[in-house]
């Protein structure tokens, strides 16, 4: 695999701290005393629009020696560097302040106003009560803190132009009153056409509108289900058209009242010409589906012509079907007046928006605004442009696409039906050095067109035409009078918040591998890596020629279950139709990416184009350069692990692919067939995301995603945003909904974030109320149960576990958590209430599922039912050893064969961690047959699939069963924070020697900073090098008998400086350390026995 890494701008991954653990050593940049850095403002390090009144402040602190504590802080804060300087903190002085928090400071100065500049520093006093320097400045700006500082009107552009469908005709059959009152009954229509010998299509869009509804066949294979006759619907037939005779069969049922349909195939071929394929009278139709009807070899002879009932337009139907329109652009010119001081742009395009200034785009981000319920919250985005205005005319040119805002007439969707305008809300503040502002707005003085981007779809890729784009459209000067002016719309409902989670960024761009061509003109191009991803096209031909890129995970030829076929690529698991066409305008060579569609893919297909040096006698367009360019959330990496077993690094790096290609706006399931965030991830998955990436910001989006998605009732549904409606459990299931209790609790935990808890307890509390008030003897509702669960024939609901038990553990954690927020509140009354209803829910547990002794009712195993009630302390007192015990039984009675699923496999890895059965796991995850980690890397799948087995007909990019990379950094390299002491004030480190391991790395940047641990046994001794961050304290395990046996930096530990003994624990001797670096050193215990 060739990839070129994008520089993080915030990286110590690239070139910072990861660098010093995986380069052969642990050493750390020197400091000369205790001194605060990387100041960050609501988790963001010089954030341009915060709209929390009362900011959350944080820093990291570096020391040159061991054990260095925080005891006291002083935060100046001041509108201006000048005076930050010379110490006027016009904004706040919090004065000497005795404390060793260093996270989740809330300002306490002057009432901040909408865009207040605030300049801050820290400086903190040690424990010997010294005082170090004050750190470099840090900057945040205000955001909009009142509705009426949002100045902008909300403009929309016209319809662009005739209807997808002008031209085409109605028909039905000819009997009967098709206009009127037909009864209920199905219709088939057939039509025979031919396609010369030598055709290779590239485009086959069939657009149609039925009355009520219609199933459309090509060559005998189902095509598409369309359903309504006042959307224009779309079906991709590409792929389903050969040379010579081909056969379209449709079968239209209407449900009685009017009925009819109208439709056009349009047909693309390589060389660029346009076949259409009407919908007249020359369709043959019947009143009947006789076997085979819709196959190619069918005889019609007996059947009659279709009935014309008259143009688009004709009653009962109307002109006005919804269809894809183009993309609009919107333009405004505007005059600078002085030199600039500062200026801000805040824009919010809906679905997402480009915008430009002076023809180049501003910004970085991919896919901007966010994804939310747009009825409840809507984010803009801001932008500093101050280095971008000099005096003068300047031009700002936005582009939108749809998102999920819109997907009408989208070529494919999958259950996300809605049907709103593209709108823009957009404000630049512009600050002259005299202190005079002005403001540019969007309102109908802009100006706006149909744009080069045909056909938008979130989930079915996008069709761009270079010939419509206008030159020069974002630049002062263009002529716009052609251009109409933009109607003002209402809002879209919804809160206007700053955009404050990781926005969406190119990150690496991988070059293909291999080049084959499995059918004449048919090209596939692998990446090496299946990703998260656009292409990026380079390309030279004649205007007006098509190219087609279609993506995917698979490719047909494979063997079973296994990544290695060499034919066209296979849609299987990613949907269908999905993919990207280019229509050129004639420029020597032309580059393009699309703006506002991204796919999962590790292949392309290439239609209608030919690879640089490839023989060419057909004249088609050369592509000169083809690469797929990694896009997700920019959240700041965090974490690494690596160890002496190939096979573990192989299996962390599928799963880390898979997280990294699921971080979106939202934790998406997969990055192409859904990009829905289903919420049993988020939580089940937490720990292992958060330990690779700063999710700080991202979770506090999901758990407000949460908040926003839950219903009248207190119910929380599957997925949030709630864009589907599918209906049953994949619309409310208990293990999903609980996010909107787990998450905050996560942050909490993770992050010290206390202000989470008090935004989302009324969410959290009300979320457990309708699981009480719903539930029957405190069995709440139940739905997917564990999902996913491995049985070697089914996949989906879960196979060994009742739903009822999993729901059942579930509410009891959820009560458990929300006592403990409270708590953590000073709520009494509400930790006390919530407590009691915990012991309730406990107790009935047992009950309905405990048969006393060692059981706990299951289907045929019993791994996530033992798992989850070992974990969440459900197995009465006394009965702990003998649940293991069968728990285990079942494991090695399968060949270390996990069975548990979503839900269950992270409380199977748990406990048997809590347990010390770490030998047991290790046996589990080094297998490499059917229905394990070992299996999808040996059979080259290079993310993580949705199935245990590599099922091809599921996603072959989910993250949810990762949870193994948890074990990985918590207890094979040893990094695990003291579950009771939130925020990373205190770690323990205490590796997992199992199997032959030798040595494994790892680090994590916390809150607090770097803790990095790296062992290696050799030579009958053990070696450990431990760092963590100053303010901390970590409790250090290390294989030996004694404590007089470990030796650290070369002397007996019991006498080293900072190095407190504990009591032995079994074999282990225990120290705890502060802040600092630290090299224990032990004898390897006799028979090397796993400790």
């Known amino acids: 695999m060739h990839s070129r890494a994008i520089p993080n701008r915030r990286g110590w991954l690239v070139v910072g701290l990861l660098a010093l653990a995986f380069g052969g050593g642990l050493s750390a940049p020197k400091a000369v005393a205790l001194e605060p850095t990387r100041l960050r403002c609501e988790d963001q390090v010089d954030p341009l629009a915060v709209d929390a009144p009362a900011p959350r402040l944080s820093w990291e602190l570096v020391a040159s020696r061991r054990g260095a504590r925080q005891t006291a802080y002083q935060i100046q804060v001041a509108s201006s560097p000048a005076r930050l300087r010379r110490g006027e903190a016009d904004w706040w002085d919090s004065g000497k302040v005795v404390s060793s928090a260093q996270n989740q ?136 058209l050969r040379p010579g005779t ?19 195939l349009t047909i693309v071929l390589d060389r660029g010409t346009t076949w259409f394929v009407p919908v007249n009278s020359s369709w043959r139709c019947a009143r009947e589906t006789p076997a085979g009807w819709n196959d190619p070899g069918f005889s019609d002879a007996h059947w009659v012509p279709a009935r014309e009932l008259g143009p688009l337009g004709i009653d009962p139907w109307g002109r006005h079907l919804i269809g894809q329109e183009p993309m609009p652009l919107f333009r405004r010119e505007f005059v600078v007046s ?142 716009d009078r052609g251009w109409s002016p933009a109607l003002p719309t209402n809002g879209p409902g919804g809160r206007l918040r700053a955009a404050f989670a990781p926005p969406l960024k190119e990150q690496e761009v991988f070059r293909p591998v291999r080049i084959d061509e499995p059918e004449p003109g048919v090209f596939v191009y692998d990446f090496g890596q299946n990703a998260s991803a656009v292409p990026r096209l380079r390309i030279r031909g004649a205007a007006g020629q098509l190219v087609r890129l279609t993506p995917a995970e698979q490719r047909h030829g494979m063997s079973p279950r296994r990544n290695d076929g060499r034919g066209r690529v296979n849609p299987a698991g990613v949907g269908r139709p999905n993919y990207w066409q280019y229509t050129l305008r004639g420029d020597w060579v032309e580059t393009w990416q699309p703006r506002f569609s991204y796919s999962g893919f590790q292949y392309l297909e290439v239609i209608g184009a030919v690879p640089r040096g490839h023989p060419n006698p057909r004249g088609l367009p050369v592509v000169e350069e083809l690469v797929s360019v990694h896009v997700r959330n920019d959240a700041r990496r965090v974490g690494r692990f690596e160890c002496s077993e190939p096979l573990w690094n192989a299996i962390d790096r599928i799963i880390e692919r898979a997280v990294q290609a699921n971080l979106s706006h939202v934790l ?168 009691a209803l915990a012991e309730r829910i406990r107790a009935a547990f047992n009950r309905e599922w405990f048969d006393g002794r060692s059981e706990y009712r299951h289907l045929g195993s019993p791994q996530c039912a033992h798992a989850m009630a070992l974990v969440l302390g459900l197995v009465p007192e006394g009965c702990e050893a003998a649940v293991l015990e069968r728990l285990l039984a079942d494991i090695r009675q399968r060949g270390y064969q996990q069975t548990a699923g979503d839900v269950g496999h992270p409380y199977l890895l748990e406990a048997l961690a809590r347990f010390g059965r770490h030998e047991v796991i290790h046996a589990m995850t080094v297998r490499t047959n059917r229905g394990s980690y070992g299996f999808i890397v040996q059979n080259g799948w290079t993310t993580l699939p949705e199935a245990w087995d590599a099922e091809t007909g599921a996603s072959m990019n989910h993250c949810m069963l990762g949870h193994i990379q948890q074990w990985f950094m918590e207890h094979v390299a040893g990094i695990r924070a003291d579950p009771e002491v939130p925020g990373g004030a205190r770690w323990i480190v205490a590796p997992q020697l199992v199997g032959g391991l030798t040595w494994a790395r790892a680090e994590h940047a916390s809150i607090r900073g770097p803790v990095r641990v790296q062992w290696e046994r ?72 796993s400790p």
């Open 338 to 479: 002085q030199p600039v001081r500062r200026a801000l742009l805040h824009v919010c395009g809906l679905g997402h928006h480009e915008v430009y200034l002076d023809g180049r785009k501003v910004g970085d981000h991919f896919l901007d605004p966010p994804w939310t319920d747009y009825a409840k919250t809507v984010h803009y985005v801001t932008h500093d442009v101050t280095d971008r205005l000099r005096p003068g005319r300047h031009a700002l040119g936005v582009m939108l696409g749809k998102g999920f805002f819109n997907t009408a007439a989208d070529r494919r969707v999958h259950g996300v039906h809605r049907r709103e305008p593209l709108r823009l809300g957009l404000q630049l503040h512009v600050w002259y050095r005299d202190g005079r502002e002005e403001v540019v707005v969007s309102d109908p003085r802009w100006r706006t067109a149909p744009g080069p981007i045909t056909h938008c779809t979130i989930l079915g890729g996008e069709d761009h035409d270079a010939r419509l784009e206008p030159a020069g459209w974002t630049r002062a000067g263009f002529d």
């Open 668 to 835: 998406t399931d997969c990055p192409h067939r859904e990009k829905l965030g289903w919420l049993e991830v988020p939580y089940l998955m937490g720990p292992a995301i958060a330990g690779r990436y700063d999710v700080a910001s991202f979770y506090r989006k999901i758990a407000r995603d949460c908040a926003d998605a839950q219903q009248p009732d207190g119910s929380v549904p599957t997925v949030a945003p709630w864009y589907p409606r599918f209906g049953g459990a994949f619309d409310y299931t208990p293990e999903w909904g609980a996010a909107a209790v787990l998450v905050p609790w996560l942050l909490y935990r993770w992050y010290d974030d206390r202000s989470i808890l008090a935004e989302q307890f009324e969410t959290m509390r009300r979320f457990v109320d309708f699981m009480e008030q719903t539930s029957t003897n405190l069995v709440p509702r139940a739905g997917l149960g564990d999902w996913y669960d491995y049985g070697e024939e089914t996949r989906g609901p879960s196979q060994f576990t009742p739903p009822e038990l999993t729901a059942m553990a579930t509410f009891y954690r959820c009560a458990r958590v929300v006592a403990d927020a409270a708590g953590v509140l000073g709520r009494a009354g509400d930790r006390e209430r919530y407590a």
């Open 105 to 240: 400071i809330a300002y306490q100065g002057r009432p901040l106003v909408t865009h207040a500049e605030c300049y801050w520093r820290v400086r903190v006093w040690d424990e010997n009560d010294r005082v170090s320097g004050w750190s470099r400045p840090a900057r945040w700006i205000m955001g909009l803190l009142r509705p009426e500082d949002w100045k902008a009107q909300w403009i929309t552009a016209r319809p662009a132009g005739p209807a997808p469908l002008e031209g085409c005709v109605w028909i039905w059959h000819p009997e009967g009153t098709p206009g009127g009152e037909e009864p209920a009954g199905t219709v088939a229509f057939r039509k025979v056409f031919i396609l010369p010998e030598d055709a290779v299509v590239v485009q086959a869009a069939f657009l149609l509108a039925a009355d009520d509804q219609a199933a459309v066949y090509a060559n005998g294979k189902l095509a598409g289900r369309i359903r309504g006759a006042d959307t224009v619907h779309f079906v991709d037939l590409a792929d389903r």
């Open 1018 to 1089: 050799r030579q009958n001794r053990f070696r450990l090098q431990v760092e963590v961050p100053p303010n901390t304290v970590a409790e250090v395990w290390v294989p030996a008998s004694s404590a007089e046996t470990v030796a650290e930096s070369g002397q007996p530990a019991t006498r080293a400086p900072g190095v407190r003994s504990l009591p032995v624990v079994g074999n282990r001797a225990r120290f705890e350390v502060g802040g600092g670096r630290y090299r224990f050193e032990s004898p390897w215990p006799t028979g090397g026995a």
């Open 246 to 264: 081909n056969t379209l069969a449709v079968a239209v049922e209407n449900h009685g009242g009017p009925a009819g349909w109208i439709g056009r």
